[in-house]
């Protein structure tokens, strides 16, 4: 079913930015499944105020304000501390429904009850599991095969909310931003299912298992340094997903080496010395196989 603009929920769309925030407003905007418009998080002035001037600010390209100027629809910045002029605005628009991606803060109870169909968020994991702010990086350090994409209802409770859809993805398939453009299609093809459903009166949330569900937060220090345990294999993924987001090291013999970029491994493979240095090329003796990154001391 395809939906014309007329047909579907009247909804505003709330992020802040990367793959999993602009494009499945791209891919909705492309098929005409379009919002009222677009509040965007600013995480850069100081102090927090609301930007309502008339001047068009400048965008980065990519960015999701640039998105939603390259669709003409309304930008409303929103800054942490301004809730109260955000809930004026979305007052104002009187959202069926605000779907939201990659925000970066707990949504308010007075904004929670504006929509009359409440708010939807799209999270990249298959939640219960994996709630928090970066799921992502989790799954690749527990070396999971599997991950996903879940459209659930947002509650005060972080990533708590019943499940409105979800849809798995390997993590073998895809690496990098490439993972997250695959997460980010997946979720704009859940978003627009759901307003289908939506439309039919057929959405059937699914309440998490609570006794399944785990939380991780933010990674620290230690979190990002490689541990020389498992596959040669599994640390390869591990760099190659979340490196360019995270900065992750090896801490060996004292002294730390900041990984550059993941080379090669070979589960196979096994080695006479704990490490090589050679030059800026580390080859590291894993549980199962060796490891070949490129580092600088820190």
Known sequence: ????????????????????????????????????????????QHPPRLNLLPVRPPRLSGSLADMADRLDLPIIYWQKGCEDEIEAKLKKIAPDLAVMSCFPWRIPEPLLSIPVHGWWNLHPSLLPRYRGPSPLFWQAKAGEDLTGISLHQVESELDSGAIIEQQSVSLLDFQGQALESELAKQGA??????????????????????????????????????ELTGSASRAYRFIYLVNAAYPLWF????????????????????????????????????????????????
């Open 1 to 44: 079913m395809t939906l014309s603009r007329t047909q579907i929920a009247k909804y505003v769309y709330i992020g802040q930015g990367g793959p999993l925030s602009t494009m499945p407003l791209e891919i909705l905007g492309e098929k005409g499944i379009v919002p009222e418009a677009v509040f965007v998080a600013e995480t850069t």
């Open 189 to 226: 093809n859940l978003i627009e299912k759901s307003l289908v459903a939506m439309v039919q009166d057929r959405l059937e949330p699914q309440q998490q298992s609570e006794a399944k569900a785990h939380y991780q937060g933010f990674p620290n220090v230690q979190d990002r340094c490689i």
């Open 251 to 298: 801490d060996l013999d004292n002294n730390r080496y900041r990984v550059k970029q993941a080379l090669g491994f070979d589960d196979q493979k096994t080695m006479k010395t704990p490490f090589l240095l050679d030059n800026n090329q580390l080859t590291i003796q894993f549980e199962q196989g060796v490891l070949t990154v490129l580092v600088e001391a820190e």
